[in-house]
């Protein structure tokens, strides 16, 4: 299990949430303040600043306060490491089954080169 | 919040279990029984078990007894489901820089077209 970093718990449970996603889903499209992220949603500053503690703890999202505006932006990188195990043990998958179907085609294709004995 | 599909939850919750990674690492690369995946693992069967059941609640993995063996297998499906939830936010994102360099890169340019005034 070592071979998996630490990284991965917090960005698959970061990613877990509804109102996370929602927030992750408002950075792909560009930079927001706080204040522009908690709009849309039915919750408490203090409860959305929780969700943007796990969004940076996870390293999806980044923040930089400037004078008094905190804006949050996505890094990509954290979406790509997602990506990129998901898409390593989707392939893995696929490969495996085209194997098996070349497999399957030429051990269907036997008896007809062979004798019939 | 309505559009992501509670399904999502069920998904990266799944995932972000070092042990249920290894689970479905393993089960990447060909069906295995529950013996064999609980094999390398550093737990009790009872423990192996209550992770496969949030695996298999999640959609990522199915299994299906035959006697006395319970075979389990990824469902490529739902690796896919969550491999388009991020691979969606990170294009947004990437276009949105796209766009922005092109931007940035057309009003670097105007200076020179304009007069000097």
Redesign the interface.
Known sequence: ?LN?P?Q??LL??A?????R??M??R????PASVSALAEPLAMSLPAVLQHLRVLEASGIVRSEKAGRVRTCR?D?AA??T??A??????T???R?LDRLGEYLAGHSEAPEQGSES
């Open positions: 299990m998996y630490p991965l718990d698959f449970h990613l877990s949430d509804p109102t996603r929602t992750v889903d950075l792909s499209r560009g996505v990509p979406l790509r997602v990506e195990w998901i898409s390593e043990r989707r893995s998958w696929e495996r």
